[in-house]
């Protein structure tokens, strides 16, 4: 490994990496925003929404992403959508995740037990109060360790946006690579990377539930 | 003198698809007075207790609540989420199964419903959960999540959190039954309490020691139908009906051994 | 405006770019199921090493992206003196991958038998071999079948990213296609179709193994 090309293509690869990081960050709260959407709109919305939206989900879910991407970058314009790379880049995240947390979000609700649902309407909770004080909670905790693991997963699905020239760390280690010749190289330092990045982005997660379920598990 | 009752169950018929699980109940619960209601299981004694809070909707007839009936304006007609919620904070429900919410101490839990329902301010909503766990002595187990606590200190809690709301009601669906046998006494003790100041009160049990000494009348169901309503010593002492007799035989049975 | 026409004449090219992409998931699994065998085999055994070569077998392959691996393998295969076509090269990279979950999803079978079982053919004095071929074996496929199905669908879809190394599958089929009739839309809407096709039958069979194994 040559370690003057990474000191002459280093401010590159770390606005590359910043813009992974940031890529990453808005699109997977975005998707876990809708997708907390959807998850209550199946809950608590009428027939029609419910099927509307699990059509939604399975078409999301059976398609690959890079296509979702091509039909958002390219042809979005067609019909009006035009989007630079990054904005897409997000949307497209943000829409590609949506199903997978709404799917989480709709077990952990069905994991919080009725009983004490039927406590809080029972004092005469409003509907609500009941989502925000018992819900919400509840549900977020039985769904953390899911919710953690496929924001996991997106980290390396960014790297899919380098495809449609979002200058993610891929996209500028390509560049690198492309004018060094140094393919090998470069996807190599490239795997090291993602594979420390995982893991520790994996424990951090494990120690937040750790931390978030301790008062949770009996200890009587 | 007539007394009005508290709750007022007229021709109530309650169906799961095409199972009847409730067959023309009528059944008066005077005020101040302690209602058990007693039967085998799947004899539909804790849906009738779960739809005198309309947990459970009912079909036809009418469950009046001092005079005010539950879950419709009118017959046929549901009322308003907002008309139900404010009946429902007059009764107070304690369930089989404790339903504390997890993720607040037990002092959280008894405060959660005075401020989300009854919009006080936080500093009185938890003197006033504090007052009420000291009555259910649990006053020094107060900042201790439901996790730690045993079966039975949860259900003191539980019902702590129902007459926190100062209910006119209080409706008890097996509130022993999940609990381990030396905790059973504790819970029961809580509730003879109550009775004794007066509280009126529908409880569900299997406990037939606590209906017999604590009730003032026995109501005994079977397959969805109210077989007998009357005073505990007629009910479990001198029962007409003879499924009353057999359900009174296994019960003496299983518990002599 | 949108062309039905070229919506609708994009699928002849493109279902016939298909077939590479279930060449490419189909091989990558059978590779997967086998390496995952292998690797589960060794995350199991007594052998300290063995399982440490498993553990981190399946944490770098699940690590990093499968899009990152595939041009590493690319790349990697010729200076190793390994000349393969690109299809070769794209079949092994998926199949490694698919290997790490696999190795998982029987892992986790394996796990949820009940210990009962083996403690109860142990009672009657069946050797350890027959403990695996009659007893944990058999139930564990069986138990596995519909997650294999779900790591089938994730392959179909990630094959897509093959098209970078020049494999005409569907995903590439459609850029060319997109390139020539200068109607991305419609031909990506076409590609998406293919997909989700694919894939709702696959999954439908999932659902139908599901349903057999849980009677």
Not at chain 1, 121 to 128: H, K, N, Q, T
Request: with cysteine; glycine share 8%.
């Amino acid at each position: 490994m040559d370690f003057g090309v990474l000191q002459q293509y280093g401010p590159l690869l770390l606005r590359g990496f910043a813009t992974t990081v940031f890529c990453w960050l808005v699109g997977t709260l975005l998707g876990m925003a809708l997708g907390l959407l959807i998850a209550l709109a199946q809950r608590y919305g009428g027939r029609p929404l419910r099927w509307i939206l699990q059509a939604y989900i399975e078409v999301i879910r059976g398609t690959p992403f890079l296509v979702q991407l091509f039909v958002l970058y390219y042809g979005g314009p067609l019909i009006g959508l035009r989007l630079d790379a990054v904005p897409a880049g997000l949307l497209g995240l943000t829409i590609y995740g949506s199903p997978y947390f709404a799917e989480i979000f709709r077990s952990g609700f069905t994991a919080v037990p009725v009983g004490q649902i039927e406590a809080a309407r029972a004092i005469g909770m409003a509907e609500p109060v009941v989502i925000r004080r018992i819900l919400l909670p509840l549900g977020l905790v039985s769904a953390l360790p899911a919710l953690v693991n496929f924001s996991i997963i997106l980290t390396k699905e960014t790297v899919i946006l380098s495809i449609i020239t979002v200058p993610e760390l891929m996209y500028q280690v390509s560049r690198m690579s492309t004018e060094t010749f140094r393919y090998l190289e470069a996807n190599l330092v490239l795997a090291l990377f993602f594979w420390g990045l995982v893991e520790a982005i994996s424990r951090l997660g494990r120690r937040l539930e750790r931390r978030i379920t301790k008062h949770l598990v009996e200890r009587v | 003198m007539v007394q009005a009752s508290a709750v007022e169950i007229r021709k109530v018929n309650k169906f799961y698809g095409p199972f009847q699980a409730l067959k023309d109940i009528d059944l008066s619960i005077p005020p101040g007075k302690v209602t058990c209601l007693i039967g085998p299981s799947g004899s539909g004694k804790s849906t009738l207790l779960r739809c005198i809070n309309f947990l459970e909707p009912y079909e036809s007839g009418k469950i009046l609540i001092d005079g005010q009936m539950i879950g419709y304006d009118a017959p046929g007609k549901p009322m308003s989420g907002r008309r139900l919620r404010d009946m429902r904070r007059s009764i107070g429900m304690v369930f089989q199964q404790f339903n504390l919410w997890p993720h607040m101490t037990a002092q959280q839990n008894v405060a959660e419903g005075l401020i989300r329902v009854r919009g006080l301010r936080k500093p009185d909503a938890e003197e006033r959960a504090a007052e009420a766990l000291r009555k259910v002595g649990m006053a020094d187990k107060m900042g201790n999540h439901p996790a730690r606590l045993s079966g039975g200190q949860q259900q003191r809690v539980a019902i702590a959190r129902a007459i926190a709301m100062e209910p006119r009601l209080m409706l008890f669906d097996e509130p022993t039954s999940a609990l381990d046998p030396e905790l059973v006494g504790e819970v029961l003790g809580v509730m003879k309490t109550l009775a004794s100041e007066g509280m009126t009160m529908v409880v569900v049990t299997h406990e037939m020691g606590f209906a017999a000494h604590v009730a003032d009348q026995v109501a005994f169901l079977e397959g969805g139908e109210l077989v007998a309503v009357d005073t505990p010593s007629t009910i479990l002492h001198h029962p007409r009906d003879a499924r009353i007799r057999a359900f009174l035989r296994t019960y003496h049975e299983r518990n002599a051994f | 405006m949108f062309s039905i026409q070229t919506f609708i004449d994009s699928f002849g090219p493109l279902l016939w770019a298909a077939r590479y992409t279930l060449l490419v998931s189909g091989l990558g699994i059978a590779l997967g199921l086998v390496l995952g065998a292998a690797i589960c085999a060794a995350a199991l055994s007594r052998n300290a090493w063995l399982r440490k070569f498993a553990a981190i077998w399946v944490s770098f392959l699940r690590g990093v992206p499968l899009l990152v691996q595939l041009l590493l393998l690319y790349y990697l295969l010729p200076v190793v003196g390994i000349n393969v076509p690109a299809i070769a090269a794209a079949v092994i990279s998926v199949g490694i991958c698919a290997s790490a979950y696999i190795s998982e999803i029987w892992r986790g079978a394996i796990a949820a038998l009940p210990p009962g079982q083996t403690e109860a053919a142990e009672a009657i004095g069946m050797s350890s071999g027959d403990i695996w071929t009659r007893i944990i074996l058999p139930q564990a496929v069986v138990m596995s079948l519909p997650a294999l199905i779900n790591e089938l669908i994730l392959l179909v879809k990630a094959s897509s990213l093959v098209s970078v190394v020049g494999i005409l599958e569907i995903t590439r089929a459609s850029q060319a296609q997109a390139a020539t009739t200068f109607r991305p839309l419609e031909v990506y809407l076409a590609a998406a179709c293919i997909y989700l096709v694919i894939n709702l039958c696959l999954a439908a069979i999932g659902r139908w193994l599901e349903h057999r194994a849980a009677v």
